[in-house]
């Protein structure tokens, strides 16, 4: 016999929480990592997250806010990371029934596909601009961003899972 997984009703998240949460993927985002073509993309996997978990706190604005303070922060062509995080954002909250359902793993390789879009959306900005094609290499992040995904959920959801007081008159 298989033991029943244990499933537990979270509590509701707290705007603060996201909101910090998107904070700490933009300073991650900036923090200068030198092989930059390995470093994941933490405010698309953020964005993806909170848009997959909370679709009606969390959509296309957000990711158009976030796409364009990365924009500005990062010193690229404006407008080209708040597409591609606008589509993600559309992307996610479209598949958010569906993708919740899945295991983490199973999350993990739809996330791929978001963060591969999402990149690739960001990629046909930069060529269309002028660019030169950055190499094949660019794959790597957005898989290593989907490989991240069980511990950006446990740690993204940990406060939901605060101990509850236990109430002895309470039927449920």
Known sequence: MVPER???ILLPVRVSWIVGS?????????VPWQPVGLAPDFVALALAFWCLRQPRLVGLGAGWLLGLLTDAGSGVLLGQHALAYSLLAFSAITLSRRVLWFS?????LHVAALLLVA?????????AAGADFPGWMLIVSPLLGAALWPVVSFVLLAPQRRPIEVDETRPI
């Open 6 to 8: 244990r499933q537990r």
């Open 22 to 30: 998107f904070a700490a993927a933009l300073l991650l985002n900036f």
């Open 104 to 108: 983490v793993w199973g999350q993990a």
């Open 119 to 127: 990149q690739g959306v960001a990629l046909a900005v930069r060529l």
